[in-house]
């Protein structure tokens, strides 16, 4: 089945900083690849997602990047902000499968 | 769009009662719910994959019998902890899958903190 690493579990940067947080997979079938953000005692947020069609995607301060032969993704974040400070986790999904397989998760702490 | 709740928010029972959690998509019907458990400070782990109508595929080292999940209908799925014990307190989060596109995209509901006493 899927195996899905993620890199760093804590990061902590100062604000206005970029945070790179990055995932390997083992499941050459996987092609989405969703990021999370997880606050403190809530469910998971989508924040952005990549499909295998896809090298980078990017929305504002957020972007993500796929390389598919290396089977690993990425997200960067720009310009950090305190709002930013939460748990980040991302997936794969395998399409037959429907199912997502998450990271570890990294914490995020932004400060001031 | 594509919202999910969950109901109820925190609960905590004796051990030994059974507790029904409630998901819910609000604005889209789901062709797949998924129930997922995550520990503290760990990742979220899927427990059962539900179809409306069928009957649940559970997780391999998930009791189907401890945990009863019900989707009798396109917007609502719950799930069931029987005879709850203390290794059983967990956030408990559902995910409300839609066709969007070609893929089954998850939407995920706030989650439900289960403690048990």
């Known amino acids: 089945g899927e195996n899905v690493e993620q890199h760093p579990s804590t990061l902590s940067v100062q604000e206005g900083d970029s945070a790179v947080i990055k995932c390997t997979y083992s499941?050459?079938?996987?092609?989405?690849f969703p990021w999370y953000k997880q606050e403190l005692g809530k469910g998971p947020q989508l924040i952005i997602d990549i499909r295998s069609n896809v090298g980078e995607k990017k929305d504002q301060r957020i972007a993500v990047t796929l390389n598919k032969t290396a089977k690993h993704f990425s997200l960067h974040i720009t310009e950090t902000q305190p709002e930013d400070s939460a748990v980040y986790f991302c997936?794969?999904?395998?399409?037959?499968?429907?199912?997502?397989?998450f990271g570890t998760g990294t914490r995020l702490q932004v400060t001031l | 769009g594509a919202v999910v709740s969950q109901h109820p928010s925190r609960v905590i029972c004796k051990s030994g009662t059974s507790v029904k959690i409630e998901c819910r998509s609000l604005?889209?019907?789901?062709?797949?719910m998924f129930w997922y458990r995550q520990f503290p400070k760990q990742s979220l782990m899927l427990m059962a994959t539900s179809n409306e109508g069928s009957k649940a595929t559970y997780e391999q080292g998930v009791e189907k019998d401890k945990f009863l999940i019900n989707h009798a209908s396109l917007t609502l799925s719950t799930l069931t902890v029987t005879s709850a014990h203390p290794e059983d307190s967990s956030f408990y989060i559902c995910s409300a899958g839609a066709s969007l596109t070609s893929l089954v995209e998850q939407f995920f509901g706030p989650g439900t903190r289960l403690t048990v006493l």
């Open positions: 604005d889209f019907q789901a062709t797949t």
């Open positions: 499941d050459s079938a996987s092609n989405y």
């Open positions: 997936a794969t999904l395998t399409g037959t499968a429907s199912k997502l397989t």
